[in-house]
Every structure is written in C-alpha cells, then in structure tokens.
C-alpha cells in the first residue's frame, strides 16, 4: 500500500500542473444573444486558460486543460437563427488537452475574452462577448423601434382617443432627417439630435427609461418555485412600454425606452449611460427582489440617498442589487473606471427631490392593486439610480422570496394590474410637474 502511494506522487509530479489541470470539468456552457451583443460562457470548477484568433468571420478559441465532453457539444445546438453575431460554432479536440471552439461570424465583430471568479451560484467563467466594430446607440434604437410602430391615434391612459393632433416631436423630426438623408448611413445620432432637439421648447415627446433589472448570466432573486426575477420583469417591463407608447399627457406624446428587452445582462453605469444618451425625462427600474425571509412581502419604491439608507432592509437590498455587475459579468478591462464613478457621484439633491415625487405618485398607484412593505418612498445608495440630472426610481413589485407574491408575479392579471398602476403614477407625476424644456446635449 505504501509503494503504492508513493507511485501515485511520482505521477503527480511527473505529470506537472498543466497536465493536472486537464481533470478540469466543464459544468455548464450558455450563449445570450442581443442585438447589442452576444456572450458565450463556459462556467468549469478551475480556471480555464485559452488562447483566440481572430478574423473578420471566424474567431477560434483553444482552452488548454480539458477534454471534448457532451457539456461542450451543447454549444453547437445554443446557436439561435436570429443570432446577430453567431453564425454556427464547431468544437473539437484540436490537441491532447486542448478544446478548440471555431465561431462564425454572420457580420464583423469585436471579440473580449476575460475570466470571472467564482461568485453566487457560480463557478469559474471563462467568458466571450462579439460586439459590434460600433457600438449600438440607444438613441438609434429608439427611432428604429418607433420607425417599426405602425400610426396609430394616441390614447389616454383610460383608453380614450385623443383627437387633438400632435405636437412637435424632436424624435419624429429626427426620424425625418435620417429619411431625408440616405446617402449618409454611418452618420452619428449626435450630428442630427441637437438641431431637431433644439425645436422643441415645451410641447415635445416625453421619453421613460425602463430598466428591467438583471438578465442573461444574471437571473436576479429566484423565487421558492423556480420564477426568476430577470423573466418577471421583463414582462412587466414589456406591458409598460405598451401602455407608454400608447399614452399622450397634455398634448405630449410618449415613448418608453427600455435598457434590455430581451434576456442579456446590462452593466449597472450602461443602463444609467443609456437613459442619459435617450435624454429621458424619467428612469424607471423594476425588480422583484427577495429578503432573507419568505414572511416578507409588499411592493416598495426607492429613491437615491446621498447619505444613509432609510432602513437596514433598504440598505441591505441596496447591496445586494450593487453587486449585479459582479453576478452579470463585467470586463473590468474594458471599463474606464474614472468616468464610471465620476458619473456615479455626480446625483444632486434636485434629481432626488423630483425622485421622490415621482416615487410618491408611484406607491400611490401600486397600493391600490397590492400590498405595500412601507407607505413612503425609501432611500438608499442604489448604483443603478444615480442619473445626475434625471428623476429615478427602483421599483421591488412584490417580494418574490415570498410564495404567495410568487405566483402572484406570474399572474399575467396581476402584471397587467401592476403596469396600469405604475403608468397612472407617471401620468400623475407629469400633471403636476410638466417636463423642462429639453435643452442639455447629447
């Protein structure tokens, strides 16, 4: 028995670390395709080493330390029709030792590859994001999603027509302009954004930045039954925009803007980025988060705190919901981290105020269709609603930790109850606080 253990170790040794490292096993591998980008993850129980080349329509990726397994032929298979990026990946044993992944590109991309270290549920991740050579502009997105819109009257909220025509639109004149001007299709949304904004004093469109919380690597709270959060409120987000688009407020027109409509995760500073780049009037974060117990329940809105939290519980969700670029995946290389906390530290007591106005009209709404954890508006030092210079809050629809608010969420009643109440709290936010004149660049 003693000559045997002793052999083993002279194998251990003889082999090194690099051929030790081969017993690594892959767990799982997902692909969450977007319009603004597709990410690739391989999550195994070690650190990955891989090695890429590029080119405009392939990119091969060689993992040193694994062997081809059915956990890594399921990539194939993840390979979506409408994937932007992805075209089709093959996977094979390129050497002893060495997993080769070939990925075809539909379009040109720009590849990131970066490892995340174990957190939450999560093992190692070696992780692939395809960007496009330039970056989705969400303004640009706006004005594709409404060019798609089919022309319809706009309605109130309780449904009735409005027969009043509508006013100046910056978006529809800037729409107009991109028409007019087809010869110049890489033309920046900041060359025309200016002058068209420039027209619009007071009777403009009023823009909502919807932010669904979570998505794609990040699943957010998961409920007793499986119900992740990052699915509940996309739908609510979804039923939002709806009734958005379809809302005129004193003779101004709306549009909802959401940070994510589909399943992939958006850092905490881009979803903030993006509602600033929109120059929406209002930014609306939704979640359905869970406590420590299953007794809590109630739906709560919250409001920036530039100094303390209202409450442990606030405090302590606010934490919690920090931490989802460290869930989500973010590639701190790529990230300038000076501008992210210069925008994160710029919140100013004005956007707070009209925060918890907006935050007010809001619980006003929603405890008319379910039960409310608090009666006021909380605070906390929440990332994600450090807009300088735009009214936010997060709303937490109901505790989905909480069985019976579970399955309340999915209720399709219960979200079209939810949405209707929360844009009747933006409706009356509005009556009493016209928009500004939308004067600051893009």
Not at 417 to 435: C, D, H, K, M, T
């Amino acid at each position: 028995m003693q000559r045997r253990r002793l052999l083993q170790g002279s194998v251990v040794l003889l082999l090194g670390a690099h051929q030790i490292a081969r017993g690594a096993g892959v767990l799982a591998v997902r692909l969450w395709p977007a319009p603004e980008y597709t990410r690739l993850t391989i999550e195994s129980d070690t650190l990955l080493a891989s090695t890429t080349l590029t080119g405009p329509e392939r990119l091969s990726l060689d993992i040193q330390g694994i062997t081809l397994d059915p956990t890594l032929r399921e990539l194939v298979a993840k390979v979506k029709a409408d994937d932007p990026y992805i075209a089709g990946i093959r996977v094979l044993q390129h050497a002893a030792g060495v997993v080769r992944l070939q990925v075809d590109l539909k379009q040109p991309a720009v590849p990131q590859v970066f490892q995340l270290p174990p957190v939450a549920a999560y093992r190692h991740r070696l992780v692939v994001d395809f960007f496009p050579p330039k970056p989705v502009d969400p303004l640009e997105a706006l004005i594709a999603e409404r060019l798609k819109d089919k022309s319809a009257p706009p309605v109130s909220i309780a449904g009735a027509p409005m027969p009043a025509p509508e006013p100046a639109d910056p978006l529809g004149e800037l729409i107009a302009q991109r028409v007019q001007r087809p010869a110049r299709p890489t033309m920046q949304a900041s060359e025309v954004a200016r002058p068209a904004l420039a027209l619009a004093k007071t009777d403009r469109l009023i823009i909502v930045a919807l932010d669904p919380g979570h998505g794609g690597e990040d699943p957010g709270a998961v409920g007793p039954n499986g119900t992740r959060e990052k699915d509940v409120v996309l739908q609510i987000g979804h039923l939002l925009r709806e009734r958005i688009n379809a809302l005129t407020i004193n003779g101004n027109p709306m549009r909802a803007f959401m940070t994510r409509d589909a399943d992939f995760f958006v850092p905490l500073h881009v979803r903030v980025d993006k509602a600033r780049r929109v120059q929406a009037d209002l930014f609306v974060s939704i979640h359905a988060d869970a406590f420590m117990t299953p007794t809590a329940r109630g739906a709560s809105v919250f409001a920036l705190s530039q100094g303390g939290a209202s409450s442990t519980a606030a405090r302590w969700m606010a934490d919690r919901e920090n931490k989802a670029d460290l869930i989500g995946g973010v590639n701190i290389k790529t990230q300038d981290v000076h501008v992210t906390r210069a925008l994160l530290d710029m919140s100013t007591t004005a956007q707070i105020k009209d925060s918890l106005k907006l935050g007010s009209e809001l619980l006003g709404e929603i405890g008319s269709v379910g039960r409310l954890h608090k009666g006021q508006v909380e605070q906390a030092g929440f990332a994600v609603l450090k807009a300088p210079d735009i009214p936010s809050v997060l709303v937490e629809t109901a505790f989905i930790s909480n069985p019976e608010e579970e399955q309340k969420l999915r209720s399709a009643g219960y979200q079209e109850q939810l949405a209707s109440a929360v844009v009747r709290g933006i409706e009356r936010y509005f009556s009493r606080n016209p928009p500004l004149a939308r004067s600051r660049p893009l």
